[in-house]
Every structure is written in structure tokens, then in C-alpha cells.
């Protein structure tokens, strides 16, 4: 059984201008030991996805649909006191911000000992050192002298490992890993990623990886979730999603990414801007930015296709190229069997 399984999943926020749907209809599943990326770009529903797990929407945001299961017990309707023993002992959360994540008016020690105190049954002493200990394990130099000191005092690179250390300190089965490098300088983010890679290892424990740099993707995940306007368009296994893109937004994004091979060569963006959520559009939310985009994405949107056991996508091309290689053929009038 997998550790967390999320099915069909809707979340909305109520506006004076409508409903947002920010998350609508999302599927998948993450075992133990793994690393799962989200990627997509600002407002493709990564981050609301995993507040609707944790359960930490803003007051206008709700759950209206669908299921989180973690351990084959049952998180949307589970109730506040439910979660309480969720938050920090089975699931912990990285925000992408530590500045504003940690409170500038406390000392880090305290932040840390709260945090232990609130979600285990150590004593003051024994969450002192505990606090310690991860902060020595996270690679913070002179932990007992760093315990005193505020916020302010840290650079970026080590508010981000006070961070991470505090999503850990009571031994997660999951942490959700928010854009944990955004802030941070190339370098403190491959020290971030090279330590996030090695607790992974040493602790067991599965990460859920919400980005927008499929650099990172490449050098962490097993398996990617493409999102766009608050859905799945792909699917599958980070080599997969690599190698053989199936989405068109996923292989804009592929052409996007500077390489090698294109240095001294202009990148290709994905041209126009994202979709409004107040205003879904009946087809394939992509297909006003899509430059293969046929009239059928238009007015309808392409259901869930499998591509192998790995990958999933659904794009009307994957379909196109089935007719067009024979695997499909159409029947009647304006008729087809997808196969």
C-alpha cells in the first residue's frame, strides 16, 4: 500500500468574483522512500496541492472534492484535532520563504524546542537537545551557541537549514519541500539539495518536491507530475519526462531549459501568459499558448492517456500520432476509437 494516497482531489477559494478552482481532479500516489516532483509554472496549483494535504488552506480556501489518504487513513473531513497529530509528526512542510516561515522576534532555539515540544512527549531538556542535534545534523556550525540567536543573525543558506531541520526533528514519514532553494544563491542550493538528498538516504523518509527548476527534478525526483491551470497534463517517471516528453506544455518546458548543446542559441519560451482560473476554457487550458494546438483542443479536453506503464499524459497530439502511425484508426463520421 502506498504511503499517501491522493485521488481526484478539488480545492477552491471563494472570491467576491467567483470560485478559483486551484486544484481540480488530482491523482497520484507516493511510497515510502521516494521522491516525488511537482513541477509547473507560478499558479498551476503545486503549492495549493500540497496546503489541501496538509490542510492549511487560507480562510477562503476548502476542499471539495475527492480523497487523502496517508497510511490508509483517511486526512479530508478527518477534522482539526485529526491533523494537529499529523502536522510535524507524519507530514512536515519547508516553505520557500525562511525569513517570513521563522518568527524574527524569537530566538532559534526556541522555534526549534516548540516545535518538539508541541508534537512529542520530550521534556524541556531532552527537546533542547534534540534541537541541537539536528542542528548539528543539518550542518549548522557551533548548534549550542546558534540556539540563542535570532533569525536576522543566520544568512539565507542557514535559515533554509534551521528550516529543515525543524520540518525533521520529529521524524516525518513525508516532507513537502515548498521551492526550498528559490531565495538561495547556485551554490547554497546545491549544499541544500546535496543535504535534503542525504537525510532522504539516512532517514527513509518520502519527499514531495514542488518546483518550478527542472534542474532540481533531474537531480532528485523518481517520479514528476506536471501541472497546468491546477491539473495533471503528464505523468510518469523523471526519465520518462526527461527523454520522452507527451505533453506540449511539458515540452516547452524542456525547450526552455538552457544546455550544452544550446549555448550561444536563444531559448524558446512558452509564449502568452497563464490561464485564468475564473475563466476555464471548455478544451485543453494550454491550447491559447499551444503553437500545435488543432481544433479539437479547443473544444474539448484530451482524457488521461497511458503512454507505457511509467507515463501518462493528456494531450490530443499523443492521440494524432496514434492515428497517424496507424495504432488508431477512425470510425465513421467524425467518429474514433482512442484505443
Given amino acids: 500500500m502506498a504511503l499517501l494516497e491522493v485521488k481526484h482531489l478539488r480545492t477552491s477559494f471563494f472570491t467576491d468574483a467567483g470560485e478559483v478552482k486551484a486544484v481540480n481532479d488530482v491523482s497520484f500516489s507516493l511510497d515510502r522512500g521516494k521522491?516525488?516532483?511537482?513541477?509547473?509554472?507560478?499558479?498551476?496549483?503545486?503549492?495549493?496541492?500540497?496546503?489541501?494535504?496538509?490542510?492549511?488552506?487560507?480562510?477562503?480556501?476548502?476542499?471539495?472534492g475527492g480523497s487523502v489518504k496517508l497510511d490508509g487513513q483517511e486526512l479530508v473531513g478527518s477534522g482539526e484535532k485529526v491533523m494537529k497529530t499529523v502536522r510535524g509528526n507524519k507530514i512536515s512542510i519547508i516553505f520557500q520563504d525562511p525569513m517570513t516561515s521563522l518568527n524574527p522576534t524569537y530566538t532559534i532555539g526556541r522555534q526549534l524546542m516548540e516545535a518538539i515540544l508541541l508534537h512529542t512527549g520530550r521534556t524541556k531538556k531532552q527537546a533542547y537537545d534534540r534541537a541541537v542535534e539536528m542542528l548539528r545534523l543539518v550542518n549548522v556550525n557551533e548548534p549550542e551557541r546558534r540556539m540563542k540567536q535570532y533569525p536576522y543573525e543566520f544568512s539565507g543558506g542557514m535559515r533554509q537549514r534551521v528550516m529543515i531541520a525543524m520540518a525533521?526533528?520529529?521524524?516525518?514519514?513525508?516532507?513537502?519541500?515548498?521551492?526550498?532553494?528559490?531565495?538561495?544563491?547556485?551554490?547554497?542550493?546545491?549544499q541544500i539539495l546535496e543535504l535534503m538528498t542525504s537525510l532522504q538516504k539516512e532517514l527513509g523518509m518520502a519527499i514531495i518536491m514542488i518546483t518550478h527548476d527542472l534542474g532540481v527534478v533531474a537531480q532528485l525526483c523518481d517520479e514528476v507530475i506536471v501541472m497546468y491551470a491546477g491539473s495533471i497534463c503528464e505523468q510518469g517517471t523523471a526519465d520518462e519526462i526527461f527523454y520522452n516528453p507527451c505533453h506540449e506544455y511539458t515540452k516547452g518546458l524542456m525547450r526552455s531549459i538552457p544546455t550544452a548543446d544550446t549555448a550561444g542559441t536563444k531559448l524558446q519560451p512558452i509564449t502568452g501568459t497563464p490561464i485564468d482560473l475564473l475563466n476555464m476554457p471548455k478544451g485543453c487550458p494550454f491550447a491559447p499558448r499551444c503553437d500545435n494546438a488543432m481544433k479539437i483542443c479547443i473544444g474539448h479536453r484530451a482524457d488521461r492517456m497511458t503512454i507505457n506503464e511509467n507515463h501518462a499524459a493528456s494531450c490530443w497530439m499523443n492521440v494524432k500520432a496514434q492515428i497517424d502511425s496507424g495504432e488508431i484508426v477512425l470510425e465513421g463520421e467524425g467518429g474514433e476509437n482512442r484505443g
Avoid: F, N
Avoid at 174 to 185: M, N, R, S
Fill in 35 to 64: 521522491v516525488l516532483g511537482i513541477v509547473g509554472e507560478s499558479g498551476s496549483g503545486k503549492s495549493v496541492t500540497a496546503y489541501s494535504i496538509m490542510q492549511i488552506l487560507a480562510g477562503t480556501g476548502r476542499i471539495v
Fill in 168 to 190: 525533521l526533528a520529529c521524524e516525518p514519514d513525508i516532507l513537502i519541500a515548498d521551492e526550498p532553494t528559490t531565495a538561495l544563491d547556485v551554490t547554497i542550493q546545491a
